[in-house]
């Protein structure tokens, strides 16, 4: 095994774990200030992908058009995210998490068929921005600019969301929705506000990743379900509702599944499973995660 | 939750002596005991019987077509009521239990495809495998609260299936494992009226007959001590804590006896619909099983089966219509968690019960004679 081979393995990893570390910020931070688990955050990321090739048909092929509709596609979903929360999700809060959980899964059904509905079966695909179209050589490896791109893109939005989390007021008043509810409500605080906003943030950091995968990834229905199962181990592996856990749990996963490869061929998918049980037996808090 | 919760809560005390105001209120809609003491006509007549004889006679008087969907409804509902051992008699919420079922259909389908084992023995090893891979799982699973149990069972179930994808030698990988044989069932030819049945029909029966055998040991399970102390745990574990039960080893032996179960579901649907297959045991079917139990009211026993029916019909139902089942499953699940938490039968139920105080309301004495 070549050290250039190696590299690009870890490459590949890295680039699989900023992608998930995207969705799967997302998903930790709601279930930080909700306690939810929301199967519908794999949905929210398939219809952000949906959105932005839509977008990328209506205004034509061209120079910017990417970047346009990666972030129409992302708000789009956040204003999904918000209206769900606004409608529906609200009258759940304090019911049984069984309820919550198959809430969730109801917007799976329905926004899985949904897309089905408005986007076809056909799979679409979307081309790599032309700022980005080339590739550079790395320790003899080439590495296209765009997943240079995405892992680049991974560590600036845990710094920019960490930032906000803990140098704004906004993010002191979520910390502390995290920690008591009932409390910051009696403070006067517009707590209500607060959720919607977390899941509106949640669902546009969803529906961004959704758009940024569209390059690499064509868009077929069903992604929505395997991607959440990715987003769920690292968020497990990290400890939920921890966001630096989150990062560092989307990049061992994508380790363990590059490398697992080489170990055991055909039973990388088992060894990531396999790591979830175990992160969840002795610490089901995560590596980074506090207990409850 | 309001007045289907407080009816349904109202006739879980009905027998009973009248629980104190801090009694909490069970967490789900959850009737354990909802025999009447009164005895009237219909209350007489033994509908799990009935039921199960109309049920049997599906071969003779249905279409082929017919058949199929009544197999479908008699597996899902074993594993559903196995699920619901867990969720309505226990209190525990898990999202993995298609594991169980998967391990019972794939040792099942190996032992019986690679290993030429007869049946009557291979079904009673798919049980117990299930049943063991359910305390190994179980054993880590119920040491941990709500959320992380979902999780963790979302993790064996995803286990299980990443090895049945994967383990072409003997699961047979992405092909799954097709053409598992029918059970030789010419004895049957035996049985007055059953000899022109074809074997899948004959197969259809003995299944009914290993279902309803199995829902009564189940029943039989929930209404026994040891089912009272699962409920217990369910409505208070603190308390059955205080009281000196064991509560992680009752919830264990509650995974271990619905891992069984749900194995010998899963051992039956292998054979039923002539193959076993890693989509069998993903994490989404779990997912729909417990919309099955909800469905049909995860406070009763009967709600299950209720649910399976409800569930196989409607699918095949809409499928005429439209490909866009997922759509209105999803649309059926939200009006059950928004409108009917009880589901069909808690529904049904309250629909009863609104009657009965219409009709007493109205001729202005109890009309019933109260034990």
Same mark, same amino acid.
């Given at each position: 095994m070549s050290p250039s081979f190696l590299f690009s393995q870890f490459m590949g990893g890295?680039?699989?774990?900023?992608?998930?570390?995207?969705?799967?910020?997302?998903?930790?931070?709601?279930?930080?200030? +909700?306690?939810?688990?929301?199967?519908?955050?794999?949905?929210?990321?398939?219809?952000?992908?949906?959105?932005?090739? #839509?977008?990328?048909?209506?205004?034509?092929?061209?120079?910017?058009?990417?970047?346009?509709?990666?972030?129409?596609?992302?708000?789009?979903?956040?204003?999904?995210?918000?209206?769900?929360?606004?409608?529906?999700?609200?009258?759940?809060?304090?019911?049984?998490?069984?309820?919550?959980?198959?809430? /969730?899964?109801?917007?799976?059904?329905?926004?899985?068929?949904?897309?089905?509905?408005?986007?076809?079966?056909?799979?679409?695909?979307?081309?790599?921005?032309?700022?980005?179209?080339?590739?550079?050589?790395?320790?003899?490896? /080439?590495?296209?600019? &765009?997943?240079?791109?995405i892992i680049a893109i991974g560590p600036a939005i845990a710094f920019i969301l960490w930032l906000v989390l803990n140098r704004t007021g906004t993010g002191r008043m979520v910390r502390a929705a995290q920690m008591d509810r009932e409390m910051l409500d009696a403070l006067g605080a517009n707590v209500s506000l607060i959720y919607t906003g977390m899941f509106a943030l949640s669902a546009f950091l969803a529906g961004l990743s959704g758009a940024l995968v569209t390059p690499i990834q064509s868009i077929v229905p069903g992604m929505d379900v395997l991607i959440i199962v990715q987003a769920f181990i690292v968020v497990v592996i990290g400890g939920m509702g921890s966001l630096w856990g989150t990062f560092w749990g989307s990049v061992i996963y994508g380790q363990v599944l590059s490398f697992g490869i080489l170990i055991f061929p055909g039973f990388s998918l088992f060894s990531v499973f396999a790591l979830m049980a175990v992160i969840l037996i002795v610490r089901p808090w995560g590596l980074f995660g506090r207990p409850l | 939750?309001?007045?289907?919760?407080?009816?349904?809560?109202? /006739?879980?005390?009905?027998?009973?002596?009248?629980?104190?105001? !801090?009694?909490?209120?069970?967490?789900?809609?959850?009737?354990?005991?909802?025999?009447?003491?009164?005895?009237?006509?219909?209350?007489?007549?033994?509908?799990?019987?009935?039921?199960?004889?109309?049920?049997?006679?599906?071969?003779?008087? %249905?279409?082929?077509?017919?058949?199929?969907?009544?197999?479908?409804?008699?597996?899902?509902?074993?594993?559903?009521?196995?699920?619901?051992?867990?969720?309505?008699?226990?209190?525990?919420?898990?999202? %993995?239990?298609?594991?169980?079922? %998967?391990?019972?259909?794939?040792?099942?389908?190996?032992? +019986?495809?690679?290993?030429?084992?007869?049946? =009557?023995?291979?079904?009673?090893?798919?049980?117990?495998?299930?049943?063991?891979? !359910?305390?190994? =799982?179980?054993?880590?699973?119920?040491?941990? +609260?709500?959320?992380?149990?979902?999780?963790?069972?979302?993790?064996? =179930? #995803?286990?299980?299936?990443?090895?049945?994808?994967?383990?072409?030698?003997?699961?047979?990988?992405?092909?799954?494992?097709?053409?598992?044989?029918?059970?030789?069932?010419?004895?049957?030819?035996?049985?007055? %009226?059953?000899?022109?049945?074809?074997?899948?029909?004959?197969? &259809?029966?003995?299944?009914?007959?290993?279902?309803?055998?199995?829902?009564?040991?189940?029943?039989?399970?929930?209404r026994s001590p040891f089912g009272r102390v699962l409920t217990t745990i369910r409505d208070n574990p603190e308390r059955a804590a205080f009281l000196g039960v064991n509560v992680r080893l009752y919830q264990l032996a509650a995974f271990v006896i619905a891992g069984g179960f749900a194995g010998l579901a899963g051992a039956l649907y292998g054979i039923f619909s002539r193959g076993v297959f890693a989509d069998y045991v993903f994490w989404s079917k779990s997912a729909e099983i417990l919309i099955m139990t909800i469905l049909g009211g995860a406070g009763y026993f009967w709600g299950p089966p209720v649910g399976a029916a409800a569930l196989v019909w409607l699918n095949q139902a809409v499928t005429d219509y439209t490909q866009y089942w997922s759509f209105v499953l999803g649309a059926i699940l939200l009006v059950l968690l928004f409108g009917f938490p009880g589901g069909i039968v808690g529904g049904l139920v309250l629909l009863w019960r609104r009657l009965r105080r219409f009709r007493r309301n109205r001729t202005g004495d109890d009309g019933q004679r109260h034990a």
């Amino acid at each position: 095994m070549s050290p250039s081979f190696l590299f690009s393995q870890f490459m590949g990893g890295l680039t699989t774990a900023m992608f998930l570390f995207l969705i799967a910020s997302g998903l930790s931070l709601v279930f930080g200030v +909700m306690r939810v688990i929301n199967f519908a955050h794999g949905s929210f990321y398939m219809i952000g992908a949906y959105l932005a090739w #839509q977008v990328v048909q209506w205004l034509q092929p061209s120079g910017g058009v990417f970047w346009i509709a990666a972030l129409a596609a992302a708000l789009g979903v956040a204003l999904l995210g918000a209206l769900t929360e606004r409608v529906f999700f609200r009258s759940l809060y304090g019911r049984e998490e069984l309820y919550q959980l198959l809430f /969730t899964y109801a917007l799976v059904l329905i926004l899985g068929d949904a897309a089905k509905f408005l986007w076809g079966t056909d799979q679409l695909s979307v081309s790599t921005p032309p700022a980005l179209a080339g590739g550079v050589t790395i320790f003899g490896t /080439t590495q296209p600019l &765009y997943t240079l791109f995405i892992i680049a893109i991974g560590p600036a939005i845990a710094f920019i969301l960490w930032l906000v989390l803990n140098r704004t007021g906004t993010g002191r008043m979520v910390r502390a929705a995290q920690m008591d509810r009932e409390m910051l409500d009696a403070l006067g605080a517009n707590v209500s506000l607060i959720y919607t906003g977390m899941f509106a943030l949640s669902a546009f950091l969803a529906g961004l990743s959704g758009a940024l995968v569209t390059p690499i990834q064509s868009i077929v229905p069903g992604m929505d379900v395997l991607i959440i199962v990715q987003a769920f181990i690292v968020v497990v592996i990290g400890g939920m509702g921890s966001l630096w856990g989150t990062f560092w749990g989307s990049v061992i996963y994508g380790q363990v599944l590059s490398f697992g490869i080489l170990i055991f061929p055909g039973f990388s998918l088992f060894s990531v499973f396999a790591l979830m049980a175990v992160i969840l037996i002795v610490r089901p808090w995560g590596l980074f995660g506090r207990p409850l | 939750m309001g007045p289907v919760r407080a009816a349904a809560v109202s /006739t879980a005390t009905a027998p009973l002596p009248r629980r104190g105001a !801090a009694e909490p209120a069970p967490r789900l809609a959850v009737v354990s005991a909802a025999v009447p003491l009164r005895r009237p006509l219909t209350s007489r007549i033994p509908w799990t019987l009935v039921v199960f004889l109309v049920m049997a006679t599906v071969p003779w008087v %249905g279409s082929r077509y017919d058949t199929f969907l009544a197999g479908q409804i008699v597996i899902d509902a074993l594993f559903a009521v196995s699920l619901n051992l867990l969720l309505g008699t226990t209190g525990l919420v898990s999202f %993995g239990h298609v594991a169980y079922f %998967g391990v019972g259909a794939y040792v099942c389908g190996i032992l +019986m495809k690679t290993y030429d084992w007869p049946f =009557s023995l291979a079904f009673p090893a798919a049980g117990l495998g299930a049943a063991l891979f !359910a305390l190994i =799982s179980g054993f880590f699973c119920v040491r941990l +609260m709500k959320l992380y149990f979902a999780m963790l069972t979302l993790a064996f =179930s #995803q286990i299980v299936w990443a090895v049945a994808y994967k383990w072409n030698d003997v699961t047979g990988g992405d092909q799954g494992l097709p053409e598992i044989p029918y059970p030789n069932l010419d004895w049957m030819s035996a049985i007055p %009226g059953c000899a022109d049945l074809s074997v899948g029909a004959r197969f &259809y029966l003995l299944s009914l007959a290993l279902v309803a055998v199995s829902l009564a040991i189940v029943h039989r399970i929930v209404r026994s001590p040891f089912g009272r102390v699962l409920t217990t745990i369910r409505d208070n574990p603190e308390r059955a804590a205080f009281l000196g039960v064991n509560v992680r080893l009752y919830q264990l032996a509650a995974f271990v006896i619905a891992g069984g179960f749900a194995g010998l579901a899963g051992a039956l649907y292998g054979i039923f619909s002539r193959g076993v297959f890693a989509d069998y045991v993903f994490w989404s079917k779990s997912a729909e099983i417990l919309i099955m139990t909800i469905l049909g009211g995860a406070g009763y026993f009967w709600g299950p089966p209720v649910g399976a029916a409800a569930l196989v019909w409607l699918n095949q139902a809409v499928t005429d219509y439209t490909q866009y089942w997922s759509f209105v499953l999803g649309a059926i699940l939200l009006v059950l968690l928004f409108g009917f938490p009880g589901g069909i039968v808690g529904g049904l139920v309250l629909l009863w019960r609104r009657l009965r105080r219409f009709r007493r309301n109205r001729t202005g004495d109890d009309g019933q004679r109260h034990a």
